[in-house]
Structures are given as C-alpha cells and as structure tokens.
C-alpha cells in the first residue's frame, strides 16, 4: 500500500508539466503522505498510520476510533 492514505484514500493523480510554450509532459502528483503514529486510547496502545495532512485533520475531528472504522469500512485498513 505505497502511496495511498490509509484514512482518506487520496493516491497518486496523473496530470501534465505545462510549457510557456504550451508543450505537455505528462507528471505525477503525490499525496502528501507522512508516516504517524497515533495513541489509541480505547486499547491503549500506538497505532502506526501513513496519512495525509488531510488524513490528519479527519482524525482531529472526528477521532481515531470513528476514523478508524471509517476507513475499515471503505477497505482501506483491514485491522487496526
């Protein structure tokens, strides 16, 4: 799972470099993905993520539980 928040599921998007002159070159956007751990106060323990500062600010919001459970239901965390 390279390159995939596992909270928000934001992946690489495909665009083009454009030239002054208006010549396209085809380039990558990446997520802005950070490894991060979490403490999860419901089992006492740390949870290792790879997220996005978005990601981040869901988890802020809504918490790591909720958030958790979110992402589990949208396949992009198989256990926690």
């Known amino acids: ?6 909270i928000t ?3 690489l998007q495909r665009g083009n470099n454009v ?14 993905l950070r490894v991060k751990k979490f403490w ?5 323990r740390w949870v290792t993520l790879k997220v996005t500062a978005a990601g981040i ?3 802020n919001k809504i918490g790591l539980k909720a958030a958790l459970a979110k ?5 992009l965390v198989s256990i926690y």
Not at 20 to 31: D, G, Q, V
Not at 40 to 44: A, R, V
């Open 1 to 6: 799972m390279s390159r995939i928040c596992q």
């Open 9 to 11: 599921g934001k992946t």
């Open 19 to 32: 030239s002054h002159s208006n010549i396209k070159t085809k380039r990558l956007f990446e997520p802005n």
């Open 40 to 44: 999860f106060e419901e089992e006492s």
């Open 57 to 59: 600010r869901t988890i």
């Open 71 to 75: 992402a589990q239901a949208n396949g």
